[in-house]
C-alpha cells in the first residue's frame, strides 16, 4: 500500500510569538520601526500581525513568558548580500540603547558561506540577519 501524495502547501504563512506585556510596545517598536514590517491586521490591543510582504509574524500579548527552555532557537530574516548585513548590523548598533536591542554578535562568515548576526529583541527573542550565497536575491 502506498502512502498518500503529500497536498499542496503554499509554504509557512507566518510565526507567532507571545510578548509579555510590559515588553509588547517595545517589541512592536522594534519590528515595525527598527525591522521595517507593517501592521498587516491587528484586531485588539492584544494581537497584531505584521508583514514585511513576503514574511509574516504575529506578536500576542501575555501577561507573563516564563523563560524556560523553548525549541525556538531564533528568527532568521534573508537579506540579498553581505554588504546589507553589516549595513543592517551599523543599523541596529545606532538603534540598541534607545530600542532595548541587544546585539549578540558581530557579523561574520560562516563555513558555508553565510554571513549573519545575531541580536536579542526587546522582548528576549534571538533573531538572526543573514545573507545566504546559495538563495538569489
Same mark, same amino acid.
Given at each position: 500500500? *502506498? ?6 502547501? &503554499?509554504?509557512?504563512?507566518? +510565526?507567532? @510569538? ?11 517598536? &522594534? ?6 514590517? /507593517? ?10 500581525? @505584521? ?5 509574516? +509574524? /504575529? ?15 531564533? @528568527?532568521? &530574516?534573508?537579506?540579498?548580500? /553581505? ?19 541587544? +546585539? ?11 554571513? *549573519? &548576526?545575531?541580536? +536579542? ?17
Amino acid at each position: 500500500m *502506498s502512502e498518500p501524495s503529500i497536498p499542496p502547501s &503554499f509554504g509557512l504563512h507566518h +510565526l507567532a @510569538l507571545q510578548i509579555a506585556s510590559d515588553r509588547y510596545a517595545a517589541t512592536l517598536r &522594534f519590528y515595525r520601526e527598527a525591522m521595517g514590517m /507593517a501592521i498587516d491586521w491587528q484586531p485588539d490591543e492584544d494581537a497584531t500581525y @505584521l508583514s514585511s510582504g513576503r514574511d509574516n +509574524l /504575529a506578536l500576542h500579548r501575555v501577561e507573563t513568558v516564563e523563560r524556560r527552555h523553548s525549541a525556538l532557537d531564533h @528568527l532568521g &530574516f534573508i537579506v540579498p548580500d /553581505a554588504a546589507a548585513v553589516e549595513a543592517w548590523y551599523a543599523r541596529m548598533s545606532s538603534l540598541a540603547d534607545e530600542m532595548g536591542i541587544e +546585539l549578540l554578535t558581530k557579523p561574520r562568515l560562516h563555513r558555508d558561506g553565510a554571513t *549573519s &548576526f545575531y541580536m +536579542l529583541d526587546p522582548a528576549g527573542n534571538k533573531v538572526q540577519i543573514v545573507h545566504i550565497p546559495s538563495i538569489p536575491g
